[in-house]
């Protein structure tokens, strides 16, 4: 049984740039978080998606944005990319919008220089 | 703000004794309590939660003691071994959806 899959694992990008991230969440799991992860910080959510939409979101600013497919699989959009999105950004799947347990991927470590 | 306070940030235990982190939050809506290991390199991965309708979980050698009243909660784990080194996160649940604030971590060192 896979767990949660997030692609790429590791990338580079410029400040102004613009980046995609994406998520296959756990078999049987229908609801993705996105948290992004400074380093030496907790995690910090950024948005939730259920049945395609947006139902919550963190306080980040619009540069942020996401997608959820029909397949339940989801992406991360992070627009005019600044040094301070510099972080590992994690992929959460559960089932269902208030099961609690979250089942995290193992993230994808973005770098803006 | 930061809704959940975690301390210590480091933690030195030797083999066999008992590690402790503290958690604190001031959201009386928060209504489920996880706490999450993550390793260097991975994501967390839960390892156990508790209600506020419960004053105590265990779960092998990890306890988790819950004061509704105070507003505090902490993790106790027991027989600390090399294995258990890791970064420790609390975290908490805002009612109804699964949007969780997490407390800024613990490193745990365990000396063998």
């Known amino acids: 049984d896979a767990g949660v899959t997030q692609s790429p694992t590791h990338l580079i990008k410029t400040r102004g740039q613009q980046v995609t991230l994406r998520c296959s969440p756990k078999s049987g799991h229908d609801t993705v978080s996105w948290y992004q992860q400074a380093l030496g910080q907790g995690p910090q959510f950024i948005f939730q998606y259920y049945e395609e939409e947006e139902r919550q979101r963190g306080n980040f600013p619009d540069r942020f944005s996401g997608h959820q497919f029909p397949n339940y699989s989801s992406e991360l959009n992070v627009n005019a990319l600044l040094l301070g999105d510099s972080a590992l950004y994690l992929c959460?799947?559960?089932?269902?919008?208030?099961?609690?347990?979250?089942?995290f991927g193992e993230g994808s470590r973005l770098t803006v220089l | 703000q930061q809704q959940v306070k975690q301390s210590p940030q480091s933690l030195i235990v030797q083999k066999g004794g008992i590690s402790i982190i503290n958690c604190a939050y001031e959201?009386?809506?928060?209504?489920?309590f996880p706490w999450y290991q993550q390793f260097p390199g991975k994501g967390p991965a839960l390892l156990i939660a508790i209600r506020p309708d419960v004053s105590e979980k265990k779960e092998g050698r990890f306890t988790i003691s819950f004061n509704k009243s105070a507003k505090q909660f902490s993790l106790h784990i027991m027989d600390s071994q090399p294995g258990d080194s890791a970064t420790y996160f609390c975290a908490a649940r805002a009612s109804n959806f699964n949007k969780f604030y997490f407390g800024s971590g613990t490193k745990l060192n365990v000396k063998p």
């Open positions: 959201n009386t809506a928060f209504d489920y």
């Open positions: 959460a799947s559960s089932a269902g919008l208030n099961t609690g347990e979250l089942f």
